[in-house]
């Protein structure tokens, strides 16, 4: 007999300092403008989105982790290091896609050293089975949504607000 787990899914994605141009509410023949000082600053986002199956009271927990730069294989080992503190005594199931740093092998050799932590595959071309495609589409789509930050702490802080938002929402998770 199979013991049960939790189940994760994993995503990232990038977010570049220039504005997400969305639809504004500017008055009936006036332009909005939006004004930005053209950084191509780079930042990515790692989520997680994780069900617990031996607490259900607990509900979903979402972890986000935004850095500058890209994410390699170790640094998604260290992100997947501090989600482990989550998932303490629990066997967990990561569901990711096929990204090259999740399936290096670097990263299978720390999976394989951690016998509670089972590694799988998305099929490719399907973002509509990653629940945290959709979260991470929710917060480009209102928190970041024509930012036009002079800094990676605006990004950062409006990101923040978004994750807020989305945990204190039972019903997005």
């Not at 509410?25 to 780079?42: Q, S, V």
């Not at 259900?56 to 927990?61: C, D, K, L, T, V």
């Not at 992100?79 to 896609?97: F, I, N, P, S, T």
């Amino acid at each position: 007999m199979k013991k049960r787990a939790s189940i994760v899914f994993g995503d990232g994605s990038g977010v570049l300092q220039l504005p997400q141009i969305r639809r504004t509410d500017a008055p009936r023949g006036r332009i909005l403008l939006l004004r930005h000082r053209l950084h191509w600053k780079r930042a990515s986002m790692a989520g997680a989105l994780g069900y617990h199956f031996t607490d259900s009271e607990r509900g979903a927990r979402l972890c986000f982790h935004l850095k500058p730069g890209s994410y390699d294989t170790t640094a998604l080992i260290e992100v997947l290091e501090q989600m482990k503190a989550c998932y303490r005594g629990e066997r967990v199931v990561l569901v990711w896609d096929g990204l090259s740093a999740h399936w290096s092998r670097a990263m299978r050799a720390w999976a394989a050293e951690h016998d509670r932590l089972t590694l799988e595959r998305l099929p490719a071309y399907a973002p509509e089975l990653n629940p945290v495609e959709l979260l991470r589409s929710s917060l480009k789509k209102c928190e970041l949504a024509n930012l036009a930050g002079d800094h990676f702490a605006d990004v950062a802080d409006a990101t923040e607000q978004g994750i807020h938002r989305i945990n204190h929402n039972p019903q997005l998770p």
